[in-house]
């Protein structure tokens, strides 16, 4: 069964701190790993897919890296309306359509 | 920005009683996926279907859950005879047709429909 762990359960940061946060992943045959943004009472936003090991995406102050086992979400000078829920899920299987596999999300917030 | 509706947003309903959900995917799409998310849990998949055809419902409880796509209209998650356990955030997701194996198409989710059970 695929299985997806998401670090730290929760990460509070200043204004301008950045960090990383962590998706640890157990799958046969991944097809993709996505990165979305939960906002309190929305839906998932989605925001990077990666597809293979040493794959990067970037946008604004986000960076997304995937290895063999894990993906990173790199925060580079946060700010406050970066708090959110961030979520990984993984898609596994010979198609490119299926159902997604969730981490628990990692919380994050910035305080100014 | 037409993105995935869902309606209604907050549904309340007492124990026995059936809830249907609606989810409209976003135009274009022709894939539709509806995933729960309990308290304190994080998303879990329940069902993916194309126009009149449900693709895999391995995430489906096996009774009172049913979900339909038809061929004119919106995606409808149906729960019969709602239990306290059915509390829960629900969420559709839709994705446009493929562009060949190798390109995985990403889900895009609408804000989802809150059922509270009395």
């Known amino acids: 069964e695929d299985q997806v762990t998401q670090s730290p359960e929760a990460l509070r940061l200043q204004e301008g701190e950045s960090s990383s946060l962590n998706c640890s992943y157990t799958?046969?045959?991944?097809?993709?790993l996505f990165w979305y943004r939960q906002d309190p009472g929305k839906g998932p936003e989605f925001l990077f897919t990666?597809?293979?090991a040493g794959e990067e995406k970037e946008k604004e102050r986000l960076k997304a890296t995937l290895t063999k086992k894990e993906s990173f979400l790199h925060i580079t000078a946060p700010k406050p309306e970066d708090s959110a829920t961030y979520l990984c899920?993984?898609?596994?299987?010979?198609?490119?359509?299926?159902?997604?596999?969730f981490g628990q999300g990692t919380i994050l917030t910035v305080h100014p | 920005n037409a993105g995935v509706m869902q309606n209604p947003r907050h549904l309340v309903r007492r124990r026995g009683q059936e809830a249907r959900l609606r989810c409209s995917p976003m135009?274009?799409?022709?894939?539709v996926y509806w995933y729960r998310q309990l308290p304190e849990e994080g998303l879990k998949f329940m069902v993916y279907?194309?126009?009149?055809?449900?693709?895999?419902e391995s995430g489906m409880p096996k009774e009172r859950f049913s979900a339909e796509f038809p061929k004119e209209g919106p995606s409808i998650l149906r729960i019969q005879q709602v239990v306290r356990g059915d509390s829960a955030a629900y969420f559709c997701?839709?994705?446009?047709?493929?562009?060949?194996?190798?390109?995985?198409?990403?889900?895009?989710f609408g804000d989802g429909t809150r059922l509270s059970i009395l």
């Open positions: 997701a839709s994705s446009p047709p493929g562009q060949g194996v190798r390109i995985v198409q990403p889900q895009h």
């Open positions: 799958v046969s045959g991944l097809r993709g």
């Open positions: 990666l597809y293979s």
């Open positions: 899920a993984v898609l596994t299987g010979g198609t490119s359509y299926g159902k997604l596999t």
């Open positions: 135009k274009g799409h022709s894939h």
């Open positions: 279907l194309q126009k009149e055809n449900i693709i895999d």
